[in-house]
Structures are given as C-alpha cells and as structure tokens.
C-alpha cells in the first residue's frame, strides 16, 4: 500500500480541475515549454515573408491559428491540471517534442506543400485528444466534460488525414471544419459545466500566460524591423530615424495591448474565457503581418506596403477593443471603458480609411504618420485615466 502510494505521488496523476490554485505562479517549465513556440512562430512569419501574397497569408493564419490552438491546449491544461509529477513533465516534453519536428518542417517544406506539415499537425491533433481524453482515466467525474474535446479532436484528426487524399480546392471547405471542430469543445463544455451549476474561470496565472505569449509575437514585430533595416545595408542618418519610428510604432502598440488587456482579470464564466482567447488570434495574426509589412518595408526596390501595414493596425485595435468587453476593470475606472472603447475604433477606422486613399508618401512621413496616429490614441486614453484619477482625489479630500 505505502508503495503504491509512492508511485502515485511519483507520478503525479492530473489534479483535479475543481481545485483551482488561486496563488500559483507561471512555473519554469511553462516558460520553458513556450519556447519551442517562439521558434515556430518565427518559422511561419518568415515564410510569409518570403512570399507575401493573399494565398500565403492565408495559409500564415491557417498555421498560426492551428500553432496557437496546440498552444493554448497545453498551457490550459497545465494550469488546470498540471503539477510537479513526472507525468506532467514528460507530457509537456513530448508535446514540446512535436512543435520542434512542426518547426524543422516549415523551414525544410516548400512553398505549397503540405503533407509533411500535415503529419506533424496530425501527430499534435491526436495528442492533444489523448490528452484531454486521459483526464478521465483518473477521474471519472470528468469524463462528460471532456467528451466534447475527445469527439470534436477526433474528427478534425479525421479531416486531416482526408485532406492529404483530397484535392486543394478541397482545402477551402475542410480548414474550416478542422478550426471550428478544435475550437467549439469549451463552449459546449461550459454548457455541460452549467448544468452541474459548475463553471471555470481564467486563471490569473493563464491570463499571464496568454500576456507572455503576445510577448512573443512583439518580439518578432522587433526582428521584423531589424530585418528590415538589416537588409537595406549600413543605414544612413534617415535610414536610422526610419528605423527609431519604427520602434516606436512597435513601442506604441505594446503600451495599448499591456494596459488595455494583459494586466486586466477576465469576467468570470468559462464562455468569456473562451472567447478572450479566440480575440487573441486576430491580434496576434495582425501583429505577424505588421512584421512581415516591416521586413520589406525598407528596401528601395518595394513600394511601400501602406495598405498590409494600416489594416493589420486598425484589426489589431479592433481586436483590443473588443477584449476590453471581457475585462474587469476596477470600478472607479467603469467609466472608461466606454470612452476608450470607442476611441480605439476611430482610430482603427482612421487606419482603415488612411489605407484605402492609398496615398503614396516617403517612408519618413509614413511612419510619422502612422506612429502620431497611435500616439494620439495613448495621450487620449492617459488623459482619461488621469481625469478619474484626479476627480477621486479630488472626492478624497
């Protein structure tokens, strides 16, 4: 018996998800597991930019979507059911494992072939399932709630393979089913969870987590740049300011997304949390496609990708604006969520219209353009958080 007990603590059977670790800080492993998907990232924006057409970037928001998925289903599972046995520990080893092998084979793949991808991504798909699935080996109670994972995985593995036998133009019809299949398990979760009158809500450590993997993509927005002014050769005086603005800009987008969205706590409920972490994907693709507009931005030969740069900037407000829906905000600060809800949409539409005109300009006054449009969005939104912090001091007194 005290052997047994040895084994299973050794172990570490899944916790139960039930028992949520309010205090529990990201733990190393998760950081190191993120990494493996900083170089997948980067494999996938790079092969953008070596070909950046409609159907390429089509196929950047098929991969990332699919990325992020595997993503987001091994840090939710490690915050509901990770801990410090061994089996967790080999499991994100091996899942770690498989991004490395989908990593080697976006860089050796050529352009417009995918059947090597394919199995990568079938090997994850059935992974993922047994995973969920595996739960329920241990606790019973769980089983029903992770059915529709187990199902719903199990057939867009099923499409997958299909789509290796089918035609491409198959693949406009079968990529859709596969996202909505490993998308729509936690919403009809949540309806098996009210039914128990039970329910889960974002961790604040996964809301960390979700934070750290927009890190990520900003860091390849920052290589985007430096790419780009890398390829132009040694940078005159102009090429320098170029490069400063366009910093700047990266700057400036990660100053609204961190005060706006990561540092907020979500609305309780299992739904909202679902549908924060489906927002996430317009935002973080935008940011990829701003890198890649960066990449080619600098060089002579290219016109100036105006039209890739203002819609991937007025999508990613649109998106934050949207998030701040799900958000907790402190409830002095309710007031402000309107105002800035608001404002972020103008200044999203001001991108959109700024794109269309198609104005053809020096890459200097461009840039300066751009960045005196976000900066605009941040003195307005400092300028109401300052007006309620002053009007509750002034209430103080």
């Known amino acids: 018996m005290r052997m047994s007990m040895y084994r299973s603590a050794w172990w570490g059977p899944p916790k139960k998800f039930d ?24 494999r996938i924006t790079h092969k953008l930019a070596l070909e950046s057409n409609l159907g390429a970037f089509i196929e950047y928001t098929f991969l990332f979507t699919l990325i992020f998925w595997g993503w987001l289903n091994g840090s939710m599972y490690h915050d509901l059911h990770g801990n410090e046995g061994l089996r967790t520990r080999l499991m994100t080893l091996w899942q770690m494992m498989i991004i490395a092998a989908l990593a080697v084979e976006i860089e050796l793949t050529p352009v417009h072939s995918y059947r090597n991808i394919t199995v990568v991504f079938m090997i994850m798909q059935l992974y993922i399932t047994y995973m969920w699935w595996s739960i329920g080996f241990y606790d019973k109670s769980h089983r029903r709630y992770n059915m529709p994972y187990t199902i719903l995985y199990l057939l867009a593995f099923a499409f997958m393979g299909a789509s290796m036998f089918l035609s491409k133009s198959w693949l406009k019809a079968i990529v859709p089913i596969i996202l909505v299949c490993n998308y729509a398990p936690p919403f009809i979760a ?39 002014i890398s390829n132009t050769g040694v940078p005159g005086l102009r090429g ?95 007031a402000l969520k309107k105002p800035a809800h608001r404002s972020l949409l103008v200044t999203a539409a001001f991108y959109v219209i700024f794109s269309l005109l198609s104005i053809r300009l020096n890459r200097l006054l461009f840039l300066i353009i751009v960045l005196s449009g976000l900066l605009a969005e941040i003195i307005y939104l400092n300028s109401l958080y300052y007006r309620i912090i002053n009007k509750d001091e002034g209430e103080s007194y």
């Open 240 to 334: 320098w300011l170029n490069f400063s603005l366009a910093i700047s800009i990266v700057f400036s987008l990660w100053w609204i997304f961190f005060t706006l969205v990561a540092q907020r706590l979500v609305k309780r409920g299992f739904n909202n949390a679902s549908r924060l972490e489906l927002l996430y994907i317009p935002s973080l693709i935008s940011l990829g496609l701003i890198a890649v507009s960066f990449t080619s931005f600098f060089e002579t030969q290219h016109q100036i990708p105006l039209q890739k740069l203002g819609y991937a900037i007025a999508v990613f407000l649109g998106s934050v604006s949207l998030m701040m829906n799900l958000l907790v905000l402190p409830s002095n600060f309710n």
């Open 19 to 42: 028992r949520p670790d309010e205090e529990r800080k990201v733990s190393w492993l998760e950081l190191f597991y993120d990494l493996v998907y900083v170089i997948a990232i980067s």
């Open 190 to 228: 949540q309806v098996l969870l009210r039914r128990d009158n039970s329910d889960l809500d974002l961790s604040p450590s996964m809301a960390e987590r979700l934070g750290l993997f927009a890190i990520i993509v900003f860091g390849e927005v920052v290589l985007g740049v430096v790419n780009g």
